[in-house]
């Protein structure tokens, strides 16, 4: 299968700080970019939609100027929480997708975000 | 809008038994996909099996298996002589028009040896 890389996996900073998490697709690229967020013992929620070199698409309730979502290339996307607070604590995994359909849709290893 | 529910918040297996986890989801949507994760500790998704909408021979891969039921909207996971390496969450999705996947709640798995 595909290899996806997420830097950091765990990241533990103070409230107002600013963390940037950064997803590769190493060995495909990645046209469109799906960006989930994972509280404790919860499911995965879509938090933004972004194609390469275009503006994300943000579902309702997720902050676009706070959650930061850049895909400048086919293979590198990042994810930067501004301002972050402990309600940011979460579990961050990006899904890089190759093509139509979903015979090319893979995950990242995610990111653990600790604000205290 | 699309929706899909899990409704076992755990199951729990004998090791080599079998077991079925469920799943419902509801669509308007005529093509999609629906798929089975696993969640280790690790938390990296791992795809079990996919099941194009279209299909109707339900999709196998080793011990594992799906009853697709598309005029119910039924999805269920059966695992067959389970191993404890199963032991994980399992989420059930669905892929539609947007690209996306949308999850269940998730099926909390433990396999007792």
């Known amino acids: 299968g595909a290899v996806v890389s997420q830097h950091p996996s765990w990241v533990i900073c103070k409230s107002g700080t600013s963390v940037k998490i950064e997803c590769r697709s190493l060995?495909?690229?990645?046209?469109?970019m799906f960006w989930y967020r994972q509280f404790p013992k919860q499911s995965l929620m879509l938090m933004a939609t972004?194609?390469?070199?275009?503006?994300?698409?943000?579902e309702q309730g997720v902050e676009k100027d706070k959650f930061l979502i850049n895909h400048a290339s086919l293979t590198l996307s990042t994810l930067t929480v501004t301002s972050a607070h402990p309600e940011d604590s979460s579990f961050y995994i990006c899904?890089?997708?190759?093509?139509?359909?979903?015979?090319?849709?893979?995950f990242g290893p995610g990111t653990r975000l600790t604000v205290l | 809008a699309q929706t899909v529910t899990q409704s076992q918040p755990e199951m729990s297996v004998q090791e080599a038994e079998t077991v079925t986890l469920s799943c419902t989801y509801d669509?308007?949507?005529?093509?999609?996909?629906l798929f089975w994760y696993k969640q280790p500790p690790s938390r990296q998704m791992i795809l079990v099996i996919r099941?194009?909408?279209?299909?109707?021979q339900n999709a196998t891969e080793n011990r594992f298996s799906v009853n697709f039921q598309k005029a119910a909207k039924s999805f269920s996971l059966k695992i067959s002589d389970s191993q404890l390496g199963d032991a994980a969450m399992y989420f059930c999705?669905?892929?539609?028009?947007?690209?996306?996947?949308?999850f269940g709640k998730g099926t909390k798995l433990s396999v007792k040896p």
């Open positions: 899904s890089p997708t190759q093509g139509q359909g979903f015979n090319e849709q893979f």
């Open positions: 060995d495909f690229q990645a046209t469109t």
């Open positions: 972004s194609n390469e070199g275009s503006k994300a698409t943000y």
């Open positions: 669509t308007s949507e005529s093509d999609y996909y």
């Open positions: 099941q194009e909408a279209y299909k109707q």
């Open positions: 999705a669905y892929g539609g028009s947007q690209g996306n996947l949308i």
